[in-house]
């Protein structure tokens, strides 16, 4: 009896050891798996929000299965509290780098180190002025990136009304000519091939050049429905600027003013879409 008994506890004592280690071996895969998915969801923070932001609170655009969600920031924001931001279930910031030959956002260094520390959804614009050298304007945007950690985003170039900062105004194709030089040069730099960032009254006025509709569209048009320009109107527009924001959290500058964004995703991710690894 005395040896049955010690056989029987042994055997327990082995059954428990291998219970634990059981044990053990499940949560560590689930502590694995949450740190993982803590990883992914630094690249995709606003899909699953359901909380009140916001993002979610203008019904008629959104549409977190087909879209993400984006802001725009440049030194006119001010110095920005990043963690309220996130707060709103933003998935993907651009931020302003560059203006012309000489100008450097001042804010650019930090908010691109916070984003891209965080593994976040984030790329650089630069503002392209009409009458400055393309070829002088795409270095000052160029040395801006490479001065800090490399964003994930393809890289833009803003031009619009504002664009006009010298008079005479240059004619149509001389802008055209000048703007499809800078996206070129970008992509030789960088690797990536750039964004057009424009508004439908400005591109079908200036910008009907079909070559353009070889780099993808970001359109700002605050209608419900927004119209194509016509120089995209084949391939369409892969993000939409859809409304300004005032008194946007986080944002204690301007008026607390933001743009509002999203992507329109098609036949394939927003990873295939936006992201892009920068050559340098």
Known sequence: MGIVLKSVMAVNVINFKFIFFIIIMVMGNDLVASENETDEANLSVGILCQKNNIINTIPEVYDPINSKYGIDVSEFQGKIHWDTVFDQCVDFIFVRASEGITIQ????????????EKNFFSGPYHFFVIGDDP?????NFVSQIKSYRSPNLAPVVDIEETSFVYTPKPDKKEIQDALLKALKLVEEKTGCSPIVYTNLTFANKYLDNQLLSKYKLWLADYNKTPVTPNAWMDRGYSIHQYKT?????????????LDLNRSIIRDSSFEEEFMCEYSF
């Open 245 to 257: 924001f005032n008194d946007f959290p986080g944002i204690n500058s301007d008026s607390g003013k």
């Open 105 to 116: 956002d001042k804010f650019y260094g930090e908010n691109m180190t916070v984003l891209t």
């Open 135 to 139: 070829e002088k304007q795409i270095s």
